[in-house]
């Protein structure tokens, strides 16, 4: 399973974040504003504008607007171009009507920083680039050449020194809005593509638990009657020693009926999921965790003991999808970069449980330390990761799929590395690579023992 690819067929492009009606309805709100404006400076406050162009300017914008509602339906999702020449549209419309009323001795020239921050917030960065770069360009065009205000004849103008600040202010909030708006949304959409891995991961595993239990249940509900049909068929072939044509018919269904009960029996090997199985002994859960990667060339060591003060009995816990696919993240994660050898160590006391996975490898990177946990959605420069973690294929979710699932259980991780990572040679301890320990209230995930777990459901 590649989950880079799932994701990518799964989460729509782009543009297509940006609704058309969304666009629609900030366009009017805006083409309100303008005209509410344009007719407070008029009336109000008698300035002289030249109302006929500030119409028309106020006028194409109407005329897109109702253009766009009568040709596309309103759920209709723009591409990355439509949404940019939209953005782009608004951005020149309000350049004209700021560059009529006065330029940036107009206070409404803040609203130039909206298209940017829409586009920020929806594209690419090289669309925000542009947008931001073109913003910045009629910006400083107004700053030199617009239409001034007038009022009983006498133009408005600004302070050459509050006009160059305004500009100024104007240039930086294009720059930090950009940058600010397109990061908050890059993390946004890392973590919901992170959460899409993670439910996806989930309900593979869920996927296969329930698999298990049908066959198992399977296996269970014909074995009666397999046996019932084994028992006819040897009585018949006793019954039938002087009829050898019709006794070779009743060793043919003794045999197919042995044949279907070795196949269920090998089925059912595979997972028992009924009453009896939800939970498990600790090392049982934790081997098969690991089990898929106990056949690579990495020796994989388990250490189950109490802690000091504990009762000696292993303890019984959940086999829960979570626990298991959380679980199995981090062994492969020890294996795919420990040098030979990867160490779980499980102690309980009687309120809580503690796991260490640790490997020999070189330990976490001091760089990406402190950002383990959170989804690492890069994709690889080169082959040299690839040749270090042969076993790996998908988007760096590993850690961040465990730490989810393994939280939903009540767990609590943290992430080290055993010693220091530029020891010599001979100062190498053995266990020198990366540690991540995860600590549950034994409550939480601990089974009862000795219990009664009522009746298995049939199944529907």
């Known amino acids: 399973m590649k989950p880079a690819t799932q994701i990518d067929d799964l989460r729509p492009e782009r543009g297509n974040w940006l609704r058309l009606q969304t666009l629609v309805m900030l ?4 083409i309100g504003g303008q005209l509410v404006a344009i007719g407070v400076a008029s009336r109000v406050y008698d300035i002289d504008l030249p109302l006929g162009l500030c119409l028309m300017a106020v006028g194409v914008a109407v005329i897109a607007n109702l253009i766009l509602v009568a040709v596309y339906p309103a759920n209709k999702r723009m591409s990355e171009t439509e949404a940019l020449l939209a953005l782009l549209f608004d951005l020149t419309q309000l350049t004209f009507l700021l560059f009529l009323t006065g330029g940036l001795s107009n206070p409404f020239a803040l609203l130039i920083l909206a298209p940017v921050t829409v586009c920020a917030s929806t594209l690419r960065l090289r669309a925000t680039v542009f947008l931001a770069a073109l913003a910045i360009g009629f910006v400083s065009i107004l700053a030199v050449l617009a239409v001034p205000m007038q009022i009983g004849g006498a133009p408005i103008r600004m302070p050459p020194l509050i006009g160059f600040g305004f500009w100024l202010s104007l240039v930086i909030g294009i720059v930090f809005l950009g940058i600010y708006a397109h990061r908050v949304a890059e993390e946004k959409r890392s973590m919901s593509d ?41 009585e018949m072939l006793d019954e039938l020693k002087d009829r050898p044509e019709l006794a070779e018919d009743a060793r043919l269904i003794r045999e197919q009926a042995d044949r279907c009960r070795d196949i269920l029996r090998s089925m059912g090997k595979a997972g028992k999921n009924d009453l009896h199985m ?5 090392s049982a859960v934790l081997r098969e965790a690991a089990e898929p990667h106990l056949a690579r060339d990495k020796q994989v060591s388990f ?37 030979s050898r990867v160490w779980v160590d499980a102690r309980w006391s009687d309120a809580s449980l503690i796991l ?15 950002r383990i946990g959170d989804p690492f959605l890069r994709a690889r420069r080169d082959d ?14 590993g850690l961040f799929i465990a730490k989810t699932l393994l939280e939903r259980t009540g767990a609590e991780l943290s992430f080290a590395n055993s010693s220091d990572p530029f020891p010599g040679s ?19 995930i601990g089974a009862e023992s000795g219990q009664p777990l009522g009746e298995n459901q049939p199944l529907a």
């Not at 939800?278 to 600790?282: H, I, K, N, T, V």
């Open 384 to 397: 040299a990761g690839s040749r270090k973690r042969p076993g790996y294929e998908g988007m760096g979710l």
């Open 194 to 234: 992170a959460l899409l891995a993670t439910q996806m991961a989930l309900a593979r595993e869920q996927k296969l638990t329930d698999l298990g239990g049908v066959v198992a249940a399977a296996a269970h509900e014909l074995g009666t009657p397999l046996a019932t049909i084994k028992m006819v068929s040897t």
């Open 426 to 444: 001979a100062e190498r301890p053995e266990r020198s690579g990366a540690i991540v320990e995860v600590v549950w209230p034994l409550a939480r």
């Open 303 to 339: 250490e189950v003991e109490p802690l000091a003060g504990a009762g000696s009995g292993e303890p019984l816990i959940l086999r829960a999808p979570e626990l298991i696919h959380g679980l199995r993240n981090l062994v492969q994660n020890a294996v795919d970069f420990a040098h």
């Open 356 to 370: 260490r996975i640790i490997d020999d490898g070189d330990g976490f990177s001091p760089q990406v330390l402190g």
């Open 278 to 282: 939800r939970s498990a002994p600790l």
């Open 27 to 30: 366009r009017w709100m805006a």
